[in-house]
């Protein structure tokens, strides 16, 4: 079982729709990071949470740290959102800092 | 403008020949690693450091090489480069650990 697991992998919405993507985590973590890939390639940072909730826009990223899970919610999505959206998490281990990534969840958003 | 700047963007390359991919970051981050991601895999850590001359292995090392010495630059070596490791790499620095990461635009690597 990956550290790190993200559900859904893949997501097609309609314009407008709200939407819900899930980060679920197995170990002991000191920051949970969202980050937007492009189809381009590029990695932007959305969010960095230790507790609670953000918001930026329509983005939305809470954290419930005693579940170990996080959710990215996008309020009226729009094409322009479809990007692969990554959770990562930052952990203290073995006298290092170390992230473990998710696979992503690819979304697909319909004009 | 603040960001991470990492070249080449795309490098195809023979086994065996010695190369190195550059990151510079503008932003007096501390923190600076490298990570490549391959389909169905996701980002794994390479090397990170900490600071200037402070760096320790991530989670998929072997193959690879760094150095810090100076705090803008964290170049990343290949040494003696295998198809194995033909990947899209990112470099990613930030203020401190943990803190937000801010990537370079990638390098598609091909060795054949």
């Known amino acids: 079982k990956n550290e790190v697991e993200q559900s859904p992998q893949n997501l097609t919405a309609q314009e407008g729709e709200f939407i819900t993507i899930n980060c679920s985590y197995s170990v002991g973590i000191s920051a949970l990071h969202w980050l937007q890939q492009h189809p381009g390639g590029g990695i932007v940072s959305l969010f960095m949470l230790s507790s609670g909730k953000k918001k930026h826009g329509r983005l939305i990223a809470t954290i419930n740290i005693q579940e170990k899970h996080s959710s990215l919610h996008i309020t009226a999505s729009h094409p322009r959102d479809s990007a692969v959206y990554i959770c990562?998490?930052?952990?203290?281990?073995?006298?290092?800092?170390?992230?473990?990534f998710g696979t992503g969840t690819r979304l697909k958003v319909l004009a | 403008e603040a960001q991470v700047t990492q070249n080449p963007r795309y490098l195809i390359t023979v086994t065996g020949k010695k190369l190195t991919v550059t990151c510079s970051q503008n932003?007096?981050?501390?923190?600076m690693s490298w990570y490549r991601q391959d389909p169905g895999l996701g980002l794994r850590q390479i090397y990170y450091s900490m600071n200037v001359e402070v760096t320790d292995k991530g989670d998929v090392p072997e193959g690879y090489k760094v150095s810090r010495k100076e705090k803008r630059n964290f170049p990343l070596i290949l040494e003696s480069p295998s198809p194995n490791q033909t990947s899209l790499y990112f470099c990613?620095?930030?203020?401190?650990?943990?803190?937000?990461?801010?990537f370079g635009s990638g390098t598609q690597l091909s060795v054949l």
């Open positions: 932003m007096n981050h501390e923190y």
């Open positions: 990613a620095s930030s203020l401190r650990r943990g803190e937000k990461l801010f």
């Open positions: 990562a998490v930052g952990m203290f281990t073995s006298g290092t800092y170390k992230y473990i």
